[in-house]
């Protein structure tokens, strides 16, 4: 009986280990898209408004702007509590800017980080909005990426205090355009548009996403990089390297995907952690694009509203807001649920089991706000998560417990039975029915943490709350592996440990993952060893192979997988306890390594002498 519950134990610990293998194997890091060179300058500016207004139902091409080096402008300065940086007056372009908590890395003096960056500079990233001419107006008519518009109403982007820009055209048309911002990262862009000609006319407003070039990517697997959009209450992720293959869309003049939408949606570019968003006004109807321009190797989104015909002497107003900043979960929750934009929460890539991963990471948040302390939190949630699981734990564990009752039964059997093996499993399983006992139960607590670590693994990996987060002494960040080593032994000789995602790194491997290996090894010895020598060899280099390949994990994940060893080893300890049968924790111990001495000092059985090949003398023949 201790043989079949080791056998269920085991099953259990390789369909684990096989599970992330496979995952490993069928979900490798992508491999980055290779750049397009690009035949201008990066210094270069993004086409924009490549179609006309949509008042015809087929949209005629439009010029391009001349590609030409961005000249110097004035700026206006942006500061609010989370964000610093400028925009430039040259086309009202948000294109500097800054996340004032967050910095590269955790080293002393880091640069914060920089999320959009001018033209003119490495990988160009930035958001500008703008008016397609229509009917009645030529493209010198309305504002575009080169305009230069002049200030009307203050010098200072910040809280609760917008800027107001200004420009007339040469027909009598003027355009005033106010940007505001929150305290957080969302910016409104509202253009009133003022007909003081003598003449009807159309245009169209734009909103544009520019980003020059591939950024450089994170390459992990289970978050998203690329271009995300929403249209109508479906969300589609796009690859940089699927943007590339869009086919070429005839009205826009390169590769090309339009998503006509009527109800609500959003588009743009997410990082790991990072996220520019266009959002319309939601309820009416626009058109979301993305595009990729081979030539100048750029990536771009865009949002246009319907077309609109504006009647001498008469005036209209469009809004667009930008989201620009950090995937901070209570922020883009409050912009779903308070600023009315749907589906919003899932601009973070929640994965596959987004039905655990989010509920998990709302406990954990919860617990991080009122612990604070996000390793803390970690431990925490694997006790909500284990009391959740409780009462189908507690009945695996009673079913072991009773199995080991039943122990001498199952050695009667097996005398009676001898070597008729479909003898001794009728009659196993008819003793398992008249005790009600389930011999696979042993399997489930294991198999039920298969996909709780996968969520929590996408947890961790995915939300920018685990970015840098500390828990305690050298660990800084964990999101991170444990930066211990056995290689300078965890920090007491005067080397460097090895860098992180080196062969060295996986091989001296941190204080956590021994800890893992040691909690993993304790919780076997709440059984003997089989007496199987092969599940016995498999059985003792388990935790020791878990302990390497966890090892290069983000130690919050090997965190929660300590903590969740050390409560199964307290619930297995007491309800084997309370059925009678007190773990011999050392006395499993001793059995295992005398079992080990054993094997290797008793002599080998002789190998039998092969068979002599029989012969018979030749017949003599007759003469």
């Known amino acids: 009986m201790e043989e079949q519950n080791n056998k269920n134990l085991i099953l259990a610990m390789v369909l684990s280990a096989a599970v992330m293998l496979v995952w490993f194997i069928f979900f490798p890091p992508p491999e980055p898209p290779a750049p397009t060179v690009a035949t201008e300058q990066s210094t270069t500016e993004p086409a924009v408004g490549t179609t006309s207004p949509a008042t015809t139902d087929t949209a005629a091409a439009q010029a391009q702007d001349e590609v030409a080096p961005v000249p110097e402008a004035p700026r206006l300065t942006i500061d609010t509590p989370k964000l610093k940086g400028s925009i430039s007056l040259l086309g009202a372009r948000i294109d500097d800017l800054s996340l004032k908590g967050y910095r590269e890395t955790l080293d002393p003096g880091a640069e914060v980080v920089r999320l959009l960056s001018p033209a003119g500079e490495d990988l160009p990233y930035f958001a500008l909005f703008g008016w397609t001419p229509g009917t009645g107006l030529d493209p010198a008519d309305v504002p575009g990426p080169m305009t230069e518009w002049q200030v009307a109403g203050g010098t200072t982007l910040s809280l609760d205090q917008p800027v107001t820009l200004v420009w007339t055209n040469a027909k009598g048309l003027t355009f005033t355009r106010e940007i505001a911002v929150d305290a957080d990262y969302l910016f409104t862009v509202t253009?009133?548009?003022?007909?003081?000609?003598?003449?009807?006319?159309?245009?169209?407003?734009?909103?544009?996403?520019?980003?020059?070039?591939?950024?450089?990517?994170?390459?992990?697997?289970?978050?998203?990089e690329g271009a995300i959009q929403r249209a109508d209450g479906e969300l589609t992720e796009t690859d940089y390297a699927d943007l590339t293959e869009f086919e070429v869309v005839p009205t826009e003049g390169m590769p090309a995907q339009v998503t006509e939408a009527t109800t609500d949606g959003w588009v743009g570019f997410t990082d790991h952690y990072w996220m520019?968003?266009?959002?319309?006004?939601?309820?009416?109807?626009?058109?979301?694009?993305?595009?990729?321009?081979?030539?100048?190797?750029?990536?771009?989104?865009?949002?246009?509203?319907?077309?609109?015909?504006?009647?001498a002497g008469a005036e209209t107003t469009s809004t667009l807001r930008l989201f620009a900043g950090a995937k901070e979960w209570a922020t883009i929750r409050a912009y779903e649920n308070e600023g009315g934009i749907p589906g919003f929460l899932d601009s973070i890539d929640w994965g596959w089991f987004y039905f655990l991963t989010k509920p998990i990471f709302a406990v954990l948040h919860w617990l991080n706000v009122h612990i604070g302390n996000m390793g803390l939190a970690i431990i925490a949630l694997t006790f909500f998560l284990k009391f959740l699981v409780l009462p189908l734990a507690y009945k695996s564990y009673v079913s072991m417990a009773r199995m080991k009752?039943?122990?001498?039964?199952?050695?009667?059997?097996?005398?009676?039975?001898?070597?008729?093996?479909?003898?001794?499993?009728?009659?196993?399983?008819?003793l398992y029915k008249d005790k009600k006992v389930n011999p696979a139960a042993g399997c489930l607590p294991i198999l039920i943490q298969i996909p709780i670590f996968f969520a929590l693994y996408k947890v961790i990996f995915v939300t920018i709350e685990l970015r840098h987060a500390p828990f305690f002494g050298w660990l800084r960040d964990l999101s991170a592996p444990d930066p211990s080593s056995l290689y300078n032994f965890f920090g007491l000789l005067p080397w460097d440990a090895p860098v992180q995602g080196s062969v060295l790194h996986l091989i001296f491997i941190g204080i956590l993952p021994i800890l893992l290996g040691i909690t993993m090894w304790l919780q076997q010895k709440l059984n003997p060893a089989p007496t199987d020598p092969v599940q016995a060899s498999i059985f003792a280099w388990m935790p020791w192979v878990f302990m390497f390949m966890l090892g290069g994990f983000a130690s919050g994940l090997v965190v929660y997988w300590i903590t969740n060893n050390t409560i199964t080893f307290m619930q297995q300890y007491l309800i084997m306890w309370s059925h009678g049968k007190r773990p011999d924790i050392f006395g499993n111990i001793r059995e295992a390594k005398a079992a080990r001495v054993a094997a290797k000092t008793s002599p080998k059985e002789p190998t039998p002498p092969a068979p002599t090949p029989r012969t018979s003398a030749p017949k003599k023949g007759k003469k």
């Open 276 to 311: 520019t968003t266009l959002i319309p006004e939601q309820g009416q109807p626009y058109r979301q694009v993305l595009r990729f321009d081979p030539n100048r190797n750029e990536y771009l989104a865009d949002i246009r509203p319907a077309a609109i015909s504006l009647a």
């Open 191 to 224: 253009d009133r548009v003022v007909n003081g000609s003598a003449a009807d006319v159309t245009l169209q407003p734009y909103g544009l996403i520019a980003r020059q070039g591939l950024p450089k990517l994170q390459n992990i697997f289970v978050v998203h």
């Open 405 to 430: 009752e039943l122990q001498p039964e199952m050695e009667a059997l097996k005398e009676r039975a001898g070597d008729d093996r479909q003898k001794l499993q009728r009659e196993m399983m008819q």
